[in-house]
């Protein structure tokens, strides 16, 4: 495999808490005294059957992430591991279901934790991280009612999205709809995970009822030609993550993943790596599956990064920067 260290990369679809590097999971709940040694295997990664157990799993996880100083520590190590995978943009998924139960008192105090570490990450490893407040589907409307709040009292300079993660089996996208007009209120851009789990009628209702600009994944819409066209015609871009899609058994290997597929439609896709340690990946991993599956030169990774800056919901000035970086790459 080749070493894709140095592209500089644009990533649009990473969970904070996804991120958790294992050791660091265990580290806190150690310091904690708390036992979640049953969600890990014997050499230290996390430990999974399918996608409802890795949503548990991840749950039990952040369970020890429990002040605004884990928080801290969590962005700092993901960051890290972002940058090393060269990095420069990354906009992560933030849940205040896990940072204070949603109360907006204290989501504050946990987002300027966050953002601290944030701030430090680009003195020290010049990266960007802007957020995405994001509500978690198969906890219910309500406590997305609450996490939109949160949301729109935080949109700023650094909280610039809203979306939803969480199991796509649960209700309809359209469920969430008054939490996603309240996060449009605010001024945040908006993006949803659908056609992951939930086929490519999630992608349809996610379009119709959230009117969102991105989808989270987005790929089953592969499934259904006529939306697939909307997709195109809506300009709507995808964050898709392959090896999190092969991970959870949506496809068996890289090679029948529709990424490539979709592309040569005209559909806008982009690459993350969505929970890198759970999933064995990081952005250098998913760069180099993606060249030997397909084939992919520099110049294909470098429009899929323009295609992400286009995408992201940072502000223009910001885009402008990373155009000019990636040209002079
Ligand atoms: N939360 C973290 N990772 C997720 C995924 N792949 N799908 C839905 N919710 C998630
Ligand atoms: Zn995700």
Same mark, same amino acid.
């Given at each position: 495999?080749?070493?894709?260290?140095?592209?500089?990369?644009?990533?649009?679809?990473?969970?904070?808490?996804?991120?958790?590097?294992?050791?660091?999971?265990?580290?806190?709940?150690?310091?904690?005294?708390?036992?979640?040694?049953?969600?890990?295997?014997?050499?230290?990664?996390?430990?999974?059957?399918?996608?409802?157990?890795?949503?548990?799993?991840?749950?039990?996880?952040?369970?020890?992430?429990?002040?605004?100083?884990?928080?801290?520590?969590?962005?700092?190590?993901?960051?890290?591991?972002?940058?090393?995978?060269?990095?420069?943009?990354?906009?992560?998924?933030?849940?205040?279901?896990?940072?204070?139960?949603?109360?907006?008192?204290?989501?504050?105090?946990?987002?300027?934790?966050?953002?601290?570490?944030?701030?430090?990450?680009?003195?020290?490893?010049?990266?960007?991280?802007?957020?995405?407040?994001?509500?978690?589907?198969?906890?219910?409307?309500?406590?997305?009612?609450?996490?939109?709040?949160?949301?729109?009292?935080?949109?700023?300079?650094?909280?610039?999205?809203?979306? &939803?993660?969480?199991?796509? %089996? #649960?209700? /309809?996208?359209?469920?969430?709809?008054?939490?996603?007009?309240?996060? *449009? !209120?605010?001024?945040?851009?908006?993006?949803?995970?659908?056609?992951?789990?939930?086929?490519?009628?999630?992608?349809?209702?996610?379009?119709?009822?959230?009117?969102?600009?991105?989808?989270?994944?987005?790929?089953?819409?592969?499934?259904?030609?006529?939306?697939?066209?909307?997709?195109?015609?809506?300009?709507?871009?995808?964050?898709?993550?392959?090896?999190?899609?092969?991970?959870?058994?949506?496809?068996?290997?890289?090679?029948?993943?529709?990424?490539?597929?979709?592309?040569? &439609?005209?559909?806008?896709? %982009? #690459?993350? /790596?969505?929970?890198?340690?759970?999933?064995?990946?990081?952005?250098? *991993? !998913?760069?180099?599956?993606?060249?030997?599956?397909?084939?992919?030169?520099?110049?294909?990774?470098?429009?899929?990064?323009?295609?992400?800056?286009?995408?992201?919901?940072?502000?223009?000035?910001?885009?402008?920067?990373?155009?000019?970086?990636?040209?002079?790459?």
């Amino acid at each position: 495999m080749m070493n894709k260290t140095n592209n500089p990369k644009i990533e649009l679809h990473l969970h904070l808490e996804g991120g958790a590097p294992p050791s660091l999971i265990q580290q806190i709940a150690k310091e904690k005294n708390v036992d979640i040694s049953s969600i890990f295997s014997e050499d230290g990664n996390y430990l999974f059957r399918d996608f409802t157990h890795f949503l548990s799993v991840y749950e039990a996880a952040t369970s020890v992430l429990t002040s605004p100083k884990d928080f801290y520590r969590l962005t700092k190590a993901v960051l890290e591991q972002s940058a090393q995978n060269g990095v420069t943009y990354t906009e992560t998924f933030l849940s205040p279901d896990f940072c204070g139960s949603a109360n907006v008192i204290a989501w504050r105090d946990y987002l300027a934790a966050i953002e601290e570490a944030a701030t430090e990450a680009k003195k020290d490893w010049g990266i960007t991280m802007q957020g995405i407040v994001t509500c978690i589907r198969h906890f219910g409307p309500n406590k997305a009612k609450r996490a939109a709040l949160c949301a729109a009292e935080t949109a700023g300079d650094f909280i610039r999205g809203f979306g &939803m993660a969480g199991a796509e %089996t #649960v209700g /309809t996208q359209g469920d969430y709809a008054c939490s996603f007009d309240l996060a *449009r !209120e605010a001024g945040l851009k908006l993006t949803t995970h659908a056609g992951e789990w939930g086929g490519a009628e999630s992608v349809r209702q996610a379009i119709q009822d959230l009117n969102v600009e991105r989808l989270g994944h987005g790929v089953q819409v592969i499934d259904d030609p006529a939306l697939v066209e909307e997709v195109i015609d809506r300009g709507i871009t995808l964050e898709v993550c392959p090896s999190s899609n092969v991970a959870l058994s949506i496809f068996p290997h890289i090679k029948s993943h529709p990424i490539a597929a979709l592309r040569e &439609m005209g559909v806008k896709v %982009t #690459v993350s /790596t969505d929970d890198p340690p759970f999933f064995h990946t990081t952005m250098c *991993r !998913e760069y180099e599956l993606l060249t030997d599956a397909f084939n992919w030169s520099d110049a294909d990774f470098k429009e899929l990064n323009k295609t992400a800056i286009n995408a992201a919901f940072c502000d223009d000035e910001t885009k402008v920067r990373l155009l000019k970086e990636l040209d002079t790459e």
